[in-house]
């Protein structure tokens, strides 16, 4: 017979997997509804480029509001609750899309659609990562992280093929079913109650210490209280009078981000800013050396390279710890970046996309792990919120900043600078590595 002791350390959970399908169908919907809205946008109402782009990317607004404030949400109250209203928002929200909304309150349904997004991912990649054993954390993590990667890749081809074959009609209905399978996965899924504090914790003793005696103790119960507050503070008991409730913590940064996570947070989000290049200018790229045609697969053989690499990517951080991943992971990105940079033919183009996703992937599913594994149970939903914080801001920022350094700098020269972005992230861990 498996030892109780053994299963704790099963990874291969219904959660896990459940949990990870919830994670892939939200991608999906994001990502189907991210690469057309801006063409969306300027074909419904003949919006120009830079109004249309805002579309698109005050979703992000909205998801990094829900990272900032869904983090101490799911640390006080029921998990699957909040996952269930989110997707449930989440199909509606999608569905809406449908109506002859004008711009503005588009705008404003792209916003609400990134709050229940943001609220959804930070929710189910508290309940799947705190699931994993401490001693599978990167492997686990890595499992997990290939919904994301499968997302990634299969959201955008979904949204631009349904798009330019059938429509846009057909692409909200499309999301919004992917959507509902997110929504059928969640109800299946048992989501444990989120771990207590130590004040939570010491509530339940003395409320179970007072029930035992049942209902005929109640009475009683004014006087166990009165002998509590005398316990805890000895000058009440002497004068009388009842002790003076606690003062009122003041805001702290503490109760929405996670310190001890930041520092490779911002390492990660320092990646995904230079990753915001291939979402953004890719496609002008190409098009300026007629490499369209390993640009249109670019994607796929970027996401092929993370699905093959993950699994043996996350087993040997556990075995060897972060450094020995992420330091060729950053390497690998930035050799990407320079193969990219000077592609001529469509093969350099596709060898670019295989380096490219095994760095960024490598970084990012190494860098939850490293996130996760720095706190307790009690703060792992502020480590993901932080954590995925960092990558939206990276990914936000960027095509802005981006955009106005194209025109002086040119598409080569621009990968040439991610490369540099990539060096940089390098050395940032190895100052964070190197002070633990």
């Known amino acids: 017979m498996i030892s109780q002791a053994s299963q704790p350390e099963k990874l291969w959970t219904p959660g896990f997997i459940l949990g990870t399908v919830v994670n892939f169908t939200l991608l999906v919907n994001y990502y189907m509804l991210m690469v057309v809205m801006t063409s969306y946008a300027m074909a419904a109402y003949n919006a120009p480029a830079s109004l249309a782009a805002f579309c698109a ?40 899309y449908l109506a002859d909304f ?32 401490a001693s599978r954390k990167g492997e686990g993590v890595g499992y997990f992280m290939l919904s994301v990667t499968l997302g990634a890749a299969l959201g955008p081809f979904v949204g631009i093929f349904v798009s330019n074959t059938f429509g846009y009609h057909l692409l909200f209905i499309t999301a919004a079913s992917v959507s509902v399978l997110s929504l059928l ?37 004014p006087a166990a209280a009165s002998n509590a507050s005398a316990s805890e503070n000895p000058a009440a008991a002497r004068t009388g009078q009842p002790a003076p ?82 330091v060729p992971a950053f390497l690998v990105f930035a050799v990407g970046m320079v193969v990219l940079a000077f592609s001529t033919a469509d093969w350099m183009v596709l060898v670019a996309a295989l380096l490219l996703g095994y760095g ?42 981006l955009g106005l350094l194209v025109p002086y700098v040119g ?22 590595n190197r002070k633990k």
């Open 57 to 96: 990317s005050i979703f992000i607004v909205g998801t990094l509001i829900a990272r900032f404030v869904s983090g101490p949400l799911i640390s006080r109250f029921n998990r699957k609750v909040i996952l269930g209203a989110g997707v449930v928002c989440e199909i509606a929200f999608t569905c809406l």
């Open 102 to 133: 004008p711009l503005v309150l588009l705008m404003g349904l792209r916003f609400l659609h990134g709050l229940a997004y943001g609220c959804c991912s930070t929710t189910i990649s508290t309940v799947v990562t705190g699931g994993v054993p």
């Open 185 to 221: 996965c969640t109800l299946a899924l048992k989501v444990p109650p989120a771990p207590l504090t130590s004040k939570k914790a010491a509530a339940p003793s003395a409320d179970a210490a007072t029930s035992a005696a049942g209902d005929a103790s109640a009475p009683e119960r």
């Open 245 to 326: 409730s606690a003062p009122r913590k003041a805001f702290s940064f503490s109760n929405f981000i996670e310190r001890n996570t930041l520092p490779v947070s911002i390492v990660c989000g320092v990646v995904f800013f230079g990753y915001s290049s291939l979402l953004t200018f890719l496609t002008p790229f190409a098009t300026e050396r007629d490499l369209m045609g390993a640009a249109s697969i670019f994607f796929i053989v970027y996401a092929a390279s993370m699905f093959v690499t993950r699994p043996f990517t996350g087993r040997a951080f556990d075995r060897r710890g972060a450094a020995f991943v992420m």
């Open 360 to 401: 960024v992937g490598t970084v990012q599913s190494s860098g939850l792990a490293v996130a996760v594994r720095r706190v307790d149970d009690t703060r792992l939903s502020l480590a993901n919120s932080t954590f995925y914080m960092c990558l939206d801001v990276g990914v936000g920022i960027g095509p802005l900043l």
């Open 411 to 432: 598409y080569a020269n621009l990968y040439l600078c991610m490369a540099g972005v990539g060096i940089a992230a390098l050395a940032l861990f190895l100052v964070i």
